[in-house]
């Protein structure tokens, strides 16, 4: 099993920066994908951003250019780098480990953007 450790949360102004971890332990396989997801209230989760054990990433539309997900392979940790924040970024972020035979999620960690 992969078992998943989120941190990083908070209230945060518009505009300012916030940084959430997601580490990973269990049975990593050479091949994952890592990623976060946010769902907000009345609103179905979606898609923020996901990284591959090769390097790959992909973010939501509306987060290019804002978000970043930097990894420490060393760590089995993600991150996901949040700048320029707006009060439309306010959710519960979650964190997923996805592969061949693992879909894990995190608990979750509250993000709220507001003055």
């Known amino acids: 099993q992969v078992q998943l450790v989120e941190s990083g949360g908070g209230l945060v102004q518009p505009g300012g920066s916030l940084r959430l971890s997601c580490a990973a332990s269990g049975t990593i396989l050479s091949a994952w994908r890592m990623g976060w997801y946010r769902q907000a209230p009345g609103k179905q989760r979606e898609l923020v951003a996901h990284?591959?054990?090769?390097?790959?990433?992909n973010y939501a539309d509306s987060v290019k250019g804002r978000f970043t997900i930097p990894r420490d392979s060393a760590k089995n940790t993600v991150y996901l780098q949040m700048n320029s924040l707006k009060p439309e970024d306010t959710a519960v972020y979650y964190c997923?480990?996805?592969?061949?035979?693992?879909?894990?999620w995190g608990q979750g960690t509250q993000v709220t953007v507001s003055s």
């Open positions: 997923n480990h996805y592969s061949t035979f693992y879909d894990a």
């Open positions: 990284i591959t054990s090769g390097g790959t990433t």
